[in-house]
């Protein structure tokens, strides 16, 4: 039988983002456009 080197995790952390990743996904997403063509997709971001 095969052993299992994992080990469980005792605590669980709670993970908060900095203010500046939420700004920046936020910003990111106001820019981002999507254009569809027939089939076709495009992302263009307008900065």
Known sequence: MAKLYS???STSQKMSPKKETISF???Y???LSM???KNLSF???AN
């Open 35 to 37: 254009i569809k063509i």
């Open 7 to 9: 080990k469980k995790q």
């Open 43 to 45: 992302e263009i971001i």
């Open 29 to 31: 997403s106001k820019s």
């Open 25 to 27: 996904l936020i910003n």
